[in-house]
Structures are given as structure tokens and as C-alpha cells.
């Protein structure tokens, strides 16, 4: 016997029942809103480097391409960042899930500038690997965030490790801080910045990595790189006014 529905209870509308023309149209309005509020943040937020500027310096006058590094919860302040080096010649590209969220992602990195590379981590990891090593035979330097897109937040995973085995390209470690964001309930606290904010930079030794002789040690030079995050991390979230400031 049919249950009928109680009195009063709408009946929820499922997400793919929707009219291709609403998720469509939805879709363009949060790529339009991201897409201005990271203008936003560019015209209004300063960016101070900490610490390591040596390292940044020596990185720019190369001109090659590196494996920037960060935690996923730092991705705005970080990506920013990496976008201000554009000016320096730096092309920077990042890794998006060929899905609907990730139809934004690459809409909003097209807007300002840097180079979307179609992939995903967890769902073709050996493939998503050879677009990042064909990506930095192209020059690009890919901003690789070690423990996401889900986390566990904090666990820096090997695959930047390995991309930079095979590569021959550095590692560069980016620690970053914001002195005014939100904190959004997602799983690893992401930091929003809010406008006129000012970004505080810290910059690692570049590392590299040699042939690999096999999981375990890929694994145990991504333990060392969280170690090392969480330091530069926190020697950006100790610095409030330091350097000089430059725009996103």
C-alpha cells in the first residue's frame, strides 16, 4: 500500500530532478560571485612575505617551473599569492576535478589568470599525475594542496612527492596567514579572507626529491613536508606586520 505524504510536508525536490536550465543557471551565479569576490580580494588585500623572501627570489630568477605545496585550509590566501607571481613571469596552474563544482573552479581561474588543469586526485590519480607532469614540461608550476580534496585534514599525501621524483622539479612550501577571514564548517576550516585583509607569506627551502625507491619513503618525505608546513604555518600566523606589501 502507498504511503502517502503527511499534511502540510512539501516533498523535497532532489538536485539532478532539477530543470537543466536552474542547475545551469545556478552554476553561472556562484562562478559570477567567486569569480567577484576573488576580484575583490585582489583590489583590497595586501600580501607581506615573512619569511623566506631568499627562497622566493632564487625561485623567480630561475624562471623553471616548481610544485608549490600548501595546506587546503590556507587555498585562498595561498592561491592568491602564487597569482600575485604572475607579474614575475610565474605561470601557475591548479588541479580541478573535470566535474560541475569543478566547471567554477576552472571559470574562476580563467578569470584571473593562471592555467586550470583538469583532473582529480582521488578519482584518477595516475592520470591526474601526467597532466601535472605534462603541465610543468609546459612551464607551469602547479599548486599542489597535500591532504586534500577531503582531507584528512593535516596529512600531507605523497603525490606532489612523487610528481617532483619524476619531474626533477622542486618543491616549494608555502605557509599562509590571514589577519582578519571567516572559518567556514567545512572539513578541514577553510579561511576565507575578508576584504582589506593582509596576507602573511612564509616560504620554505625548495626541496628535492630523488628517484624514489618506492611507497614507503614517498611517504616518509610527505610526513616531513607536514612537519614543515605546519612550521611555516605558524611563523605566518606569529607575524602581523613585517616586509613589504604588495597586491594579489
Known sequence: MAQQSEPGRKKRTR????????????????AFAAIF???????????????????????LAAGTAVVPCAWHQRIVPSGLFLRSLTR????????????????????????????PIRGSSSRTGSQALESLA????KGVSPMM???GPRGPAG??????????????????????????????????????????SCFHIAIGEPMYVDALEGTQQAEDIAAVISQRLDALDAAADAVRVRGPATRP
Open 145 to 147: 594542496y597535500g591532504d
Open 88 to 115: 614575475w613571469n610565474m605561470i601557475v596552474g591548479f588541479l580541478i576535478s573535470p566535474s560541475r563544482e569543478g566547471e567554477i573552479m576552472s571559470r574562476l581561474a580563467h578569470a584571473h589568470g593562471v592555467t
Open 134 to 137: 605534462e603541465a610543468l614540461e
Open 155 to 196: 596529512v600531507f599525501k605523497p603525490g606532489a612527492v612523487i610528481l617532483a621524483s619524476r619531474t626533477g622539479a622542486p618543491l616549494f612550501l608555502i605557509g599562509a596567514a590571514v589577519d582578519r577571514f571567516w572559518r567556514l564548517k567545512s572539513w578541514d576550516a577553510t579561511h576565507v579572507p575578508k576584504p582589506f
Open 37 to 59: 569576490y576573488i576580484w575583490l580580494l585582489r583590489l583590497t588585500c595586501r600580501i607581506r612575505v615573512v619569511e623566506g623572501q631568499q627562497h622566493l627570489d632564487t625561485a
Open 15 to 30: 538536485k539532478r530532478d532539477r530543470p537543466q536550465w536552474r542547475q545551469k543557471l545556478e552554476l553561472y551565479g556562484v
